[in-house]
C-alpha cells in the first residue's frame, strides 16, 4: 500500500514505484493494488450509492488476483454500511486455482469476512462456471481483466478482400512458430466482426492504424479483435441477466511495435527489468501480453451480448465510460492519496485507463 500522504511528490512516488516493482519482480502492479485501500473503496462507494437497499448485495469479482479488491470492498461495507454486510456475498470467479487459494486465505484473514467471501474456481468465460443462470440483481466487477483476455487476428488484403482468420502453427523445417492465413470460419469472430462493423468510424478496423490515404491506396489490413472479451460477456449475460457491470482497463498502451490495430505489447520480466518483444511468436508461454480497450467498441459487444443488437440508442441497458480520474474525483477520498506537494496519482497516473459502466434499464 502506498501511503502517499507521506510522499514528497511525483518523483518520490515514481521512485517508490520502481523500487517496488524490482522487489517483487513482476511486470506491473494495478491500480487496485497500488491505491489500496482506496481503489477498492472507491469500487465500493458506487455500489454503494447504486445499489437496491430491498434486496441482499451481490457481488461477482472476475480475476481477482491476490484478493485486494474483494478484501477493500468488503472492509468498506463492514465499515460504512454494516447492515448491508450483514447480509452481503462476494464471489470471486478465479481460473487459477494458485490464485484462488491466495484470495481465500487474504480476505478469511480478517475473520468476520468469512461468511460473506467464497471463491468459484473455473472459467468466467464458460457457463458452467456459474452454475444455474440466476436473474437476481448483483455487480459484476473486473479490473485489469480485458487487457489479458484472448483476441483474434485477422488480415485482408484491401477493403474489399474478405477477411481471413489467422493461425499459429509450428513451421516442419525450422520447428519455429509461423502465421498461416485461412478463411474465416470461426462464429466467434464472424459475431465479433458484425459488431465491430457496426462502431462509427471502425468499419475498416483501422481507424488508429492506418490513415484516410492507406485505404485508399487498398492497403493491407491487420487487426487484434477482442473476441475473448465478447465471449465473457455473451456468458455473464446469459448467466447473470440482471448484472451491473463495473470494469477498468487502459484504454491505450504505449510504445506499441507489433502491427495491427489494437495490437498489444508483449513484454517479460528479466532481472528486475522488463523485455519488450517486437512479435507475439516469441513468447513462448512466459511473457505477459497487454491488449489496449477499444471502450466505444467494448460498450457496443457488451450492449449486444446483453440483447442481441449492438444499437446503445434502443437498448435495454444503460451504459456510460468515463477516465478512471472523473470516476474517482466522484466516487474516491482523493485526500487520502494526495502527496505533499499537491501531485495524486490516483487521479493523474495511469491516465491511459477508463472505467465501464453497465446496468439494465428500469
Known amino acids: 500500500m502506498i501511503i502517499t500522504a507521506h510522499v514528497a511528490g511525483r518523483a518520490a512516488y515514481n521512485e ?5 516493482y524490482k522487489q517483487h519482480d513482476i511486470s506491473w502492479f494495478t491500480p487496485v493494488e497500488v491505491f489500496q485501500p482506496w481503489y477498492g473503496y472507491a469500487v465500493a462507494e458506487y455500489i454503494l450509492r447504486t445499489m437496491d437497499p430491498s434486496a441482499p448485495l451481490k457481488i461477482y469479482e472476475v480475476g481477482g488476483g491476490t484478493g485486494t479488491c474483494a478484501n477493500n470492498i468488503l472492509t468498506y461495507f463492514k465499515l460504512r454500511a454494516p447492515n448491508v454486510y450483514k447480509t452481503m456475498t462476494y464471489t470471486s470467479v478465479e481460473i487459477s486455482a494458485a490464485l484462488a487459494k491466495k484470495q481465500k486465505a487474504r480476505v478469511e484473514a480478517v475473520k468476520s469476512h468469512r461468511g460473506h467471501f467464497m471463491v468459484n474456481c473455473g472459467s468466467a468465460s464458460d457457463p458452467r462456471t456459474w452454475g444455474t443462470a440466476n436473474a437476481d440483481p448483483c455487480y459484476v466487477v473486473m479490473f485489469e481483466v480485458l487487457d489479458n ?20 502453427v509450428r513451421n516442419q ?13 470461426d462464429p466467434l469472430i464472424k459475431r465479433c466482426l458484425d459488431v465491430i462493423s457496426q462502431v462509427p468510424g471502425t468499419s475498416s478496423l483501422v481507424a488508429s492504424a492506418k490513415s484516410t490515404l492507406s485505404r485508399l491506396l487498398h492497403f493491407s489490413e491487420l487487426s487484434w479483435i477482442p473476441t475473448g472479451c465478447l465471449q465473457l460477456l455473451e456468458t455473464l449475460h446469459r448467466m447473470r441477466p440482471n448484472m451491473a457491470l463495473i470494469t477498468s ?3 491505450s498502451l504505449p510504445d506499441v511495435t507489433i502491427s495491427g490495430a489494437r495490437a498489444p505489447i ?6 528486475g527489468e522488463t523485455k519488450d518483444h517486437s512479435s507475439y511468436l516469441e513468447a513462448m508461454g512466459n511473457a505477459d501480453i497487454f491488449f489496449p480497450t477499444d471502450f466505444q467498441l467494448l ?20 451504459s456510460t465510460v468515463v477516465t478512471s480520474a472523473e470516476f474517482m474525483e466522484q466516487c474516491a477520498q482523493v485526500d487520502k492519496t494526495k502527496t505533499l506537494d499537491g501531485f495524486n496519482p490516483l487521479l493523474e497516473d495511469y491516465s491511459n485507463t477508463k472505467f465501464y459502466i453497465s446496468l439494465p434499464s428500469l
Open 173 to 185: 523445417t525450422s520447428d519455429s512458430l509461423i502465421e498461416e492465413r485461412r478463411s474465416l470460419q
Open 149 to 168: 483476455l484472448p483476441h483474434d487476428l485477422v488480415y485482408r488484403e484491401t477493403p474489399k478482400s474478405p477477411w481471413l482468420e489467422t493461425w499459429v
Open 16 to 20: 517508490y514505484l520502481s523500487n517496488l
Open 299 to 318: 460498450e457496443r459487444l457488451d450492449h449486444y451480448a446483453a440483447t442481441g443488437s449492438a444499437e446503445i440508442e434502443t437498448s435495454e441497458r444503460i
Open 266 to 271: 508483449v513484454a517479460s520480466k528479466e532481472n
Open 249 to 251: 482497463d487502459f484504454s
